[in-house]
Structures are given as C-alpha cells and as structure tokens.
C-alpha cells in the first residue's frame, strides 16, 4: 500500500544518498550484496559503501562493458551485485553484456543507470539517455524500473534483494519531487492509481509523475476528469491496469522523460492494442538528441511540462469524442 504526500514539494532526500544509505544497512546483514562501479564512485554517492565494505566494492574504471562482466560472474558465485555508471553508458556501451553475460546465462544482476533524460542536464547529449529503456526492452526478461522519488527508491532496491534475474533501475542521482510518504510499499509490475478520473487516464514515470499530477488540476479547472498512473515498471508493464483504464476512460496520454520511440509511450500502446485500443498521445522526447543546459531549460525545451501534458490531454480527448 502507498500513501501520497500532500504538496508536491522536492524531497530533502537526493536519490543517491537513499540509494547508497539503503545498500550499505542491506549489507550489514546480507554478505552477498556488492557494488560496482565504472570510476563513478563520487557522483554515485557510493562513497561510504566503498569506505565501508572494501572487500565488496569494486571501482571497475571506465569500462561499463567489463563491469557487467564482473558483475556476472559474481552472481554466478551467489552474490547480488549493483552496478552503477550513467544511464547512457550503463545501457548503449554494455547491451551485449548485458544480453549475454547476464540475462541469456540467467543470472542475477542489478544495473543502475543513473541521470536519465534531462536530469543529466550540464552534461549534455554525450550523457543524456533518451534511449536507455528502449535500448533494454527487447532483451528477454529483463525487468526495466523506474523509481519515482526517495521513498520508492529505498522500497525498491530492498526488495531486489529478494528477487532473481536481470534488473534495471533507471535514477535520477538528486533531488526529485517527493510523491510518496515514508513507509509506502510497491510491487514491481503492477502501476499505481495515484488520482482517480473518467475522462482521460495520464500515465507516467520518473519525474514526469510530479507534472502529471499538475497537469490533472490544469485539467480539473477545466472541468476535465483525469486519472493519473505511476507506471514506475516498464517492462513488465502493467497490462491489467491498462485495460481496466483504456475501459473506464477511452483515452490515454503517456509521459515520460525518453524517447517516445521504443519507451513508455510505445510499451503501453502495445499493452492497449493487444486489450481495448484507445487513442493515443505521447509526451517525450520525440526522435531527438540531448543537449547541454539546465534541467528547468531542457524541459521546457523537450516539452517535458503540466502544460504539454494537459495540451495532449485536450488533443485525445478530442480524438475520442470522433
């Protein structure tokens, strides 16, 4: 069960600090948790994981292909390793590894990709995955996750020491809106209904979760009815609750920072075809590169915002309503 917060206010907690805070408690008790990392240590937060359990911590240098390697052949010892590098190098440089190493020898590996989308910010397009979910998607059961804010993030990555096979968790590495109260639970597949709606269902992940909330009070004001989803896992995605809100609302908008090509946008329309087919809009990034420039710069630019969202909002309203 899940409690939402009351204001949409960034959380005081940054996502890597509740990541590296989380895995050292998990290892104090659990001898099998490892961290890797490809000579990102610092910008991880991981640094105090690293001081306190040397003989657990590898710093695999820049070389993201090796490190899902390494981190192979620790599962295949009994270990769970995590291992970290930005989202881009973590996914592009290393799909092979992760393909064969990892997921065809059915192992049990946790990659951490890190600054996705626009949250990479001054590090510009070399840095800037639109793509890491995609790029992941057609690799066979491989589960994609998304964690909105601190509190799931904590949740998840506890419970991904109880599960076996290939995950990915796409993070942002700072402060993010806080969604959720402290002591809320998930369960990877299955999405959140965080508002209920009639008129339109507005499915989210990530930071696009805060701006999907917003753009529900634009649409309230308006006398529009919205449901809001956190669909927080990609792959497997949510197809059940899909369908029960393709039924209940007739049109979707999907919002995610990543390429609408191959991302959440394209993940729910197939679950939506297969089940009750509802018109469509995508809000993401639209067949594009990343660029150098602040966060709040980048989302006006990639039309990442509330307002978008409503704007399609009122466009597959208008599509349902032929």
Not at 71 to 79: C, D, E, F, I, V
Not at 97 to 107: D, E, G, P, T, V
Not at 255 to 276: D, K, W
Request: contains cysteine.
């Amino acid at each position: 069960m899940f409690k939402l917060r009351e204001t949409l206010e960034k959380s005081p907690d940054m996502m890597r600090d509740v990541y590296c805070n989380t895995l050292m408690e998990l290892a104090e008790t659990d001898p099998r948790i490892c961290a890797l990392d490809a000579d990102l240590v610092s910008s991880s937060g991981m640094k105090p994981f690293f001081r306190a359990y040397p003989d657990r911590a590898i710093n695999c240098g820049v070389q993201e292909a090796n490190m899902i390697g390494v981190a192979a052949g620790l599962s295949a010892t009994g270990k769970i390793p995590f291992a970290h590098s930005f989202g881009i190098f973590a996914t592009r440089r290393a799909c092979d590894q992760i393909f064969m190493s990892a997921a065809y020898a059915k192992l049990n590996v946790r990659i951490v990709g890190s600054d996705p989308g626009v949250t990479a910010a001054y590090n510009g397009g070399t840095h800037m995955p639109f793509e890491d979910m995609g790029v992941l998607r057609s690799i066979p059961q491989i589960t994609l996750l998304e964690p909105t804010d601190p509190v799931m993030l904590e949740e998840l990555v506890r419970k991904l020491t109880e599960v076996y096979g290939v995950y990915y968790i796409r993070m942002a590495r700072k402060n993010v809106a806080g969604i959720y109260e402290k002591g809320s639970s998930f369960t990877i597949g299955r999405g959140n209904l965080l508002k209920d709606g009639s008129d339109v269902t507005l499915i989210a992940s990530g930071i696009m979760v805060a701006e999907a909330l917003k753009a529900r009070e634009v649409l309230a004001s308006e006398g529009i009815s919205a449901k809001v989803v956190d669909m927080f896992t990609w792959k497997p995605v949510d197809s059940e609750l899909i369908a029960r809100c393709a039924a209940e609302t007739g049109a979707f908008v999907t919002a995610e920072n990543h390429n609408t090509v191959g991302g959440l946008g394209s993940a729910v329309t197939e679950a939506v075809c297969a089940t009750c087919p509802v018109p469509v809009e995508m809000v993401g990034t639209h067949d594009r590169f990343g660029q150098v420039g602040t966060e709040d710069f980048l989302r006006e630019e990639y039309k990442l915002t509330a307002g978008e969202i409503a704007a399609a909002a009122r466009r597959v309203l208008a599509r349902k309503a032929k």
